[in-house]
């Protein structure tokens, strides 16, 4: 399987009818491990009622305390190859060696509820579907340092030392590709940080978008080690 895959036409086309019918807004937010996309996201469902987030399918294994259903669709990697050639992933990519993908279906159940829906994927995903959905809005999610993101990788305890290396400098090489979203987010302060984003997802933060702001420029030349 390769690493990842273009929108098949029919899943563009399915796509653009379910957002067009419904008028719902489609949400992307990506970040590097441990940047803490998740649990922004989370406490942004709980203040927008009429926000809902596409639950993705993924090959690796649940970590300690994780539900099918909740926090992934744990599938086999035979169950995700037959769904890539059924054309039913809207995006789908290779991460960390496991693959994680969107089903358009869970999409589609989502507009249905005339809901606004929000996706939690990686930069690959996100250029997907840019290209299915031209219209949606993308956000990255920037760790305030590299020590902080050091931190809180090792916090979760859930990773050997060797694996929280490995996710250090993947995590560098996903930054780079923050230049290529609307908006872009420093998570420094996290009540600060969920209300940026509440701010974006209803259309009020100007003030957050791209990735030219001079504070953006500074922490990315940080992480990335640029002179």
Known sequence: MPAHSQVPPRALADA???NAATGGRLFVVAAPSGAGKTSLVN????REPRLRVCVSHTTRKPRRQERSGREYHFVDES???RMVEAGEFLEWAQVFGNYYGTSRSALQAAFAEQCDV?????????????TAQP???TVFVLPPSRAALAERLRGRR???DAEIARRLAEAIVDIEHARE??????????????????????GEAPDLG????????????ELLELP
């Open 16 to 18: 653009e009818r379910s």
């Open 43 to 46: 406490a942004v469902l709980e």
């Open 79 to 81: 169950e995700f190859q």
């Open 118 to 130: 929000i996706l939690e994927i990686d930069w690959q995903g996100a250029e997907q579907v840019r």
């Open 135 to 137: 219209d949606c809005i």
């Open 158 to 160: 859930t990773e050997a």
């Open 181 to 202: 979203f609307e908006y872009v987010l420093i998570n420094d302060q996290f009540e600060r940080a969920v209300d940026d984003l509440q701010r974006i997802l209803r």
């Open 210 to 221: 791209g990735p030219q702001r001079p504070a953006v420029q500074k922490l990315m030349a």
